[in-house]
Nanobody, 120 residues
Framework: QVQLVESGGGLVQPGGSLRLSCAAS????????MGWYRQAPGKQRELVAA???????KYADSVKGRFTISRDNNKNTLYLQINSLKPEDTAVYYC??????????????WGQGTLVTVSS
């Protein structure tokens, strides 16, 4: 059973930064592609960034240049560094582990989410 626990969210001002973490267990972490998604109130969950088992990455156009996804396989942890935060980044951020390839886009398991609120 895969278990994912996100942390690092909070209330920040526009232009601020956060580092989100996702601790994984119940999985051979290094073998899996991982992703960060977010869901704002009244909106559908959307892909923010993803990383392959080999370290290849992709990003949503809205976050390119501001967000960085990374992983530490020795710590079984996924990270999302968020810089230059904007109010429209406000959402619950979820990590997930992919079933199969990134191209298939199927998430096997989700974490509980961590709330990021950007407000002045």
């Amino acid at each position: 059973q895969v278990q994912l626990v996100e942390s690092g969210g909070g209330l920040v001002q526009p232009g601020g930064s956060l580092r989100l973490s996702c601790a994984a267990s119940g999985v051979v972490f290094r073998l899996y592609a991982m992703g960060w998604y977010r869901q704002a109130p009244g909106k559908q969950r959307e892909l923010v960034a993803a990383i392959t088992s080999g370290g290849g990455t992709k990003y949503a156009d809205s976050v390119k240049g501001r967000f960085t996804i990374s992983r530490d396989n020795n710590k079984n942890t996924l990270y999302l560094q968020i810089n230059s935060l904007k109010p429209e980044d406000t959402a619950v951020y979820y990590c997930g582990t992919y079933r199969g390839s990134l191209a298939a886009g199927t998430i096997q398991a989700w974490g509980q989410g961590t709330l990021v609120t950007v407000s002045s």
